[in-house]
Nanobody
Framework: VQLQACGGGLVQPGGSLRLSCAAS????????VGWFRQVPGKEREFVAA????????HYVDSVKGRFTISRDNAKNTVYLQMTSLKPEDTAIYYC????????????????????WGQGTQVTVSS
């Protein structure tokens, strides 16, 4: 499965962006999809995840209420809608997917995901 992320860019604080992640395979077969982000010199961190079959969503505390993860299986695409963006949201954002439904306690762990996209840069600055 190949994942291709896009939608990043430069946005002012308080603005919005929607990231997309297109999958080469049916997203309905990817029981867990997620977004991570990385700032140069820092570890990649979990941002959000969506689990199919029950449609549960999970977010890191710093983005709760501002970011929304969703998927459109008809388009084989996963989205990350980001609102009220802050300078500290600046990072390279990566989409990831797993064929299995990752348990909640492990959903933030990178090694649980089988497939990764190439990353898209998000810069929040005035």
């Amino acid at each position: 499965v190949q994942l291709q992320a896009c939608g990043g860019g430069l946005v002012q604080p308080g603005g919005s962006l929607r990231l997309s992640c297109a999958a080469s395979d049916r997203t309905s077969s990817l029981l867990t999809v997620g977004w991570f982000r990385q700032v140069p010199g820092k570890e990649r961190e979990f941002v959000a995840a969506h689990r199919w079959h029950g449609a549960s969503t999970h977010y890191v505390d710093s983005v709760k209420g501002r970011f929304t993860i969703s998927r459109d299986n008809a388009k084989n695409t996963v989205y990350l809608q980001m609102t009220s963006l802050k300078p500290e949201d600046t990072a390279i954002y990566y989409c990831a997917a797993a064929m299995r439904r990752i348990i909640v306690s492990a959903i933030q762990l990178q090694h649980m995901y089988d497939y990764w996209g190439q990353g898209t840069q998000v810069t929040v600055s005035s």
